[in-house]
């Protein structure tokens, strides 16, 4: 991956819930921790304005705090509840103890 984006340490992301990273003119994307690998989605939830990192994490799935749709993280599909639209995924590795993800995967929110 070219041109990355560091997002947080590993250590920072907690094993039960997301972790919000807020860049300047991008979304707001949310890091969990699943087992020992790291997987970056959109935070905001598809179905509205909610914080995915608010949510619930069950068996790999993130449960939307407002309505309770249900998405899988790894995929980002939406699987159950209200939602139909998946979350975006970001394709995400590990940089010396850091997650990172591609700049050019990013889209602006300007
Ligand atoms: S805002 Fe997330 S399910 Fe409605």
Not at 20 to 31: E, M
Not at 74 to 82: L, N, Q
Not at 83 to 93: C, E, H, L, M, N
């Amino acid at each position: 991956m070219d041109n990355l984006i560091s997002l947080c340490a590993e250590a920072d992301v907690p094993s039960d819930a997301g972790l919000r990273v807020d860049l300047p003119g991008r979304p707001s994307l949310a890091v969990f921790r699943l087992d020992d690998t790291f997987h970056v989605i959109d935070d905001t939830c598809t179905h509205g304005l909610a914080s995915l990192c608010d949510g619930y994490v069950e068996d790999g799935t993130v449960e939307c705090p407002l309505h309770a749709g249900k998405f899988c993280i790894k995929t980002g599909a939406a699987i159950d509840g209200p939602v139909d639209t998946p979350v975006q995924v970001y394709p995400s590795q590990v940089v010396s103890g850091r997650i990172c993800i591609s700049n050019e995967s990013l889209r602006t929110t300007e």
